[in-house]
């Protein structure tokens, strides 16, 4: 049986009131995390909480709470590299709603290429409009001096990163599954 129209727009309001309530309290984890120098814990608990939207009302819900959120956070935060690397990861959240439509193979690999792209972006922003050129020139010099050697250990380095985002996205994978049985729990108490 179809709900009223009453209803439907009932139903949309408090997935709404509760997307910005989640982009309030990641705002407040955000800003919390940055004043006590816990800025990455604060920012991945923030991309595993914003799963929560996708959870609540879809894709186009997730990728509005994560610009809300992301926006509050250049407010609040006076830290060009913080936001540039929340961007970035709170971005995955989004891109990774979407995916989850796709099939497991062909979603992993552009899982892996969203992470790919957006940490060489983040790498060269973060290089180049934020003036932080000393890394690039360790790394290029960390290279041409050691040889063979110093390739094969920023080819490890790289390789750790993606088995890092392996991790990141079986961990997401472990709370999406705890958080559907929690929020079944919640729903059945009280519809939403």
Known sequence: MERPNGMRKIQRTKRVVSSALLAALCTVILVLGYYTSAEWTAIFVVSFLLWIAYEIGGASLCFMTTVVTNVLAIVFIP???????????SGYTPVRAILNKLNSPLAWGLRYLYFNLAFFSWFLLNTYVLGLEDILN???RYVSDGGTLSTVIVLI????LEVMFFIYEILFQRFEKILRRRLTDFTDKFPM
Do not use: K, R, S
């Open 79 to 89: 830290n060009p590299a913080f936001l540039f690397t929340l961007a970035f990861i």
């Open 138 to 140: 360790f790394v290029q």
């Open 157 to 160: 380095m790289l390789v750790g």
